[in-house]
């Protein structure tokens, strides 16, 4: 059974940080383009980070320079380190592996405000 377990979002002030962990487990992490996506309420569920099945990350332009994606395939999780936050990036996080028609978390909350 797989199983994706997300953790690390909350509440920060505009220009604050956030790490996001996920902890996959019954998936071959290597291979199974772990990433982040989000979703805003009556919006659809947009990408924000992703690695491909060969290890290349993928980073969303609207958070490039700021979002870092990074993987330990050891302990079998992805993090997403926020950094600049900004009020727009407020939305549910979502760990995902083997895309949109893969798998997902429970999603965690992010909210950027002040």
């Known amino acids: 059974q797989v199983q994706l377990v997300e953790s690390g979002g909350g509440l920060v002030q505009p220009g604050g940080s956030l790490r996001l962990s996920c902890a996959a487990s019954?998936?071959?992490?290597?291979?199974?383009?772990m990433g982040w996506y989000r979703q805003v309420p009556g919006l659809q569920r947009e990408l924000v980070a992703r690695?491909?099945?060969?290890?290349?990350?993928i980073v969303a332009d609207s958070v490039k320079g700021r979002f870092t994606i990074s993987r330990d395939t050891a302990k079998n999780t992805v993090s997403l380190q926020m950094n600049s936050l900004k009020p727009e990036d407020t939305a549910v996080y979502f760990c995902?592996?083997?895309?949109?028609?893969?798998?997902w978390g429970q999603g965690t909350q992010v909210t950027v405000s002040s």
């Open positions: 690695f491909t099945t060969n290890g290349t990350p």
């Open positions: 019954g998936i071959r992490f290597s291979i199974s383009g």
């Open positions: 995902n592996a083997l895309g949109i028609n893969g798998y």
